[in-house]
């Protein structure tokens, strides 16, 4: 157990010790009388191990913080190293043990173990860490990794003019920062690519892990009606001013503009983080390649499509709240509102669906069929209430009267593409063809995909670093020692909804925390 108080020591002796802490705690920013007691609080309890210290030696400690000192400094003197009287007998004939000639008032030649030797090493050389890339992975791995290693130089290298502008741009502004995940029954829902990986992370830092984190660091968030977390503010820059303030708070530093493309870069350092976020063209990875890590071709995901039909498109601005879309001739499909926009169609809806359905519309160059389910209701449902509306309202008109709910010019459309040029008829004219062909458009309305919609600033991309190449509990490279990756540089990816942010926490967290071990 560790002493609570200083031991007794002549006054020449303590002074040299004072002095020596100073000189090797200096560059570590760490006070003379914490780096004193440190020393006393570490070591006595192997003084009390290894041999009772009898009255007038100076106690084991802090011969060893004096020796390894004069060992790692290699200076020609010490002439006030006093050696223990006693030398534990079963210390000659253990392994791994370095001979140290100690100057003293009697030279001795004592044994001394590797493992001293290398703690110290690790104690005196302030530890490096560089972080390359300056997103939102980059920057929660740096805070968090502050948090947990103050003495850690830690260095965030960012090779645009600007940081975290891809957290500025998301959720329209706002930054769904993550998601309560209370309607996530399986993490296949939401991760397409990565979800084995997450759930086995989630046991370090998950949703709500992420959540307290936040507000504990003064950026209060709210959950919607849809379980998407945004700040409180509705504003994306109480997450980046978050970031920013403790960075520089904790003297992190970040140099813009510095591309870095090969470890011989970074030699300085004692660990590194890659936090690139994601390269839709592969070109960012080469060099990860080259060291030998497996790479999933990245693939844009979560993109909106462009449909060439002009009658649909005329429909710009129309929301449908809840509708389901697929791939026909596969299994791939998702729910959710629907926008039909001037180029095609957005939506969560229709971003679930990309994502699922990512590397098979790039195979195909984004040129597939995509079918559309208007209603929530079931096929004989939908027919029964057709039935129903041509009795009791048979004498409106089929595009004046939607018993579904939907957007009235929405419903018109629908019915010209039912019924053609007979769209206009009253409902007790429509026969069982009619009925069938209307079914059907709200089942399963079909329009051709002409290609994706691109936006620079915001999306996502699936591949990346396989999992393959990395230790899935620490993140660290099988190939590289000390080298991590977390983020979207992973192929790890999310549909909409916070789940990709949450994934960067996540992922920063775990690197964060494996670093620390290490060194522990």
């Known amino acids: 157990m560790a002493l609570r108080t200083r031991p007794r020591l002549s006054l020449s002796v303590k002074q040299v010790l004072s002095d020596r802490c100073e000189c090797f705690c200096r560059p570590l920013k760490i006070r003379k009388a914490l780096s004193f007691s440190l020393f006393q609080r570490l070591?006595?309890?192997?003084?009390?191990?290894?041999?009772?210290?009898?009255?007038?030696s100076l106690p084991l400690y802090q011969w060893l913080f004096l020796s390894v000192t004069r060992f790692l400094n290699e200076e020609p003197k010490m002439t006030y190293c006093v050696l223990p009287a006693i030398v534990p007998s079963f210390c000659p004939h253990r392994k791994g043990f370095a001979e140290l000639t100690c100057h003293s008032e009697m030279k001795r030649k004592v044994?001394?173990?590797?493992?001293?030797?290398?703690?110290?090493?690790?104690?005196?050389?302030?530890?490096?860490?560089?972080?390359?890339?300056?997103?939102?992975a980059g920057f929660f791995l740096a805070v968090n990794l502050k948090e947990m290693m103050p003495e850690m130089e830690v260095t965030i290298f960012e090779r645009a003019q600007r940081v975290l502008s891809k957290v500025e741009v998301s959720g329209g502004g706002r930054c769904n920062c993550t998601n309560s995940f209370e309607d996530v029954t399986d993490l296949r829902m939401v991760y397409p690519r990565g979800h084995r990986l997450m759930k086995r992370l989630f046991n370090v830092f998950?949703?709500?892990?992420?959540?307290?984190?936040?507000?504990?660091?003064?950026?209060?968030?709210?959950?919607?009606?849809?379980?998407?977390?945004?700040?409180?503010?509705?504003?994306?820059?109480?997450?980046?001013?978050?970031?920013?303030?403790?960075a520089r708070r904790h003297q992190v530093r970040i140099y813009l503009g510095r591309k870095i493309q090969s470890l011989d870069d970074l030699q300085d350092y004692d660990f590194i983080a890659v936090t690139t976020g994601g390269s839709p063209k592969g070109e960012g990875l080469r060099w990860?390649?080259?060291?030998?890590?497996?790479?999933?071709?990245p693939v844009p995901s979560l993109f909106t499509f462009q449909v060439a039909d002009k009658s649909l498109t005329a429909l710009m601005g129309t929301v449908v709240g809840q509708t389901t879309v697929m791939i026909p001739g596969t299994k791939l499909h998702a729910s959710g509102p629907l926008l039909i926009t001037h180029w095609g169609m957005s939506g969560p809806a229709i971003l679930k669906l990309s994502s699922y359905a990512a590397r098979l519309l790039a195979e195909k160059e984004y040129k597939l069929p995509v079918s559309v389910r208007w209603t929530t209701a079931r096929?004989?449902?939908?027919?029964?209430i057709l039935h129903e509306t041509m009795r009791v309202h048979s004498s409106k008109q089929l595009p004046t009267f939607n018993p579904f709910g939907l957007p009235q010019r929405l419903w018109a459309f629908l019915m010209t593409r039912s019924l053609a040029?007979?769209?206009?008829?009253?409902?007790?004219?429509?026969?069982?063809?009619?009925?069938?062909r209307i079914v059907n458009v709200l089942c399963n309305d079909t329009y051709q995909i002409s290609g994706r919609g691109t936006f620079k600033d915001e999306f996502v991309t699936c591949g990346g670093i396989s999992l393959k190449s990395v230790n899935p509990s620490t993140l660290e490279s099988?190939?590289?020692?000390r080298l991590f990756f977390a983020g979207e540089v992973?192929?790890?990816?999310?549909?909409?909804?916070?789940?990709?942010?949450?994934?960067?926490?996540?992922?920063?967290?775990?690197?964060a925390s494996a670093i620390v071990s290490k060194l522990s």
């Open 43 to 56: 070591f006595t309890p192997v003084s009390k191990a290894l041999y009772p210290c009898s009255k007038g």
């Open 490 to 511: 992973l192929d790890v990816d999310g549909v909409t909804g916070g789940f990709n942010f949450q994934a960067a926490w996540t992922t920063a967290y775990t690197v």
């Open 206 to 246: 998950d949703y709500q892990s992420a959540f307290a984190w936040f507000e504990h660091h003064g950026v209060p968030l709210i959950t919607q009606d849809d379980q998407c977390v945004f700040p409180a503010a509705q504003d994306s820059h109480a997450i980046i001013n978050c970031f920013l303030t403790l």
């Open 478 to 481: 099988k190939l590289v020692p």
């Open 379 to 384: 096929d004989s449902d939908i027919e029964n």
């Open 421 to 436: 040029d007979r769209w206009e008829v009253r409902w007790h004219e429509l026969g069982k063809k009619d009925v069938n």
């Open 111 to 136: 044994n001394f173990p590797f493992a001293f030797l290398s703690f110290f090493r690790n104690f005196v050389h302030q530890m490096k860490t560089a972080i390359i890339g300056g997103g939102a």
């Open 288 to 297: 990860l390649a080259d060291l030998g890590h497996e790479i999933e071709q």
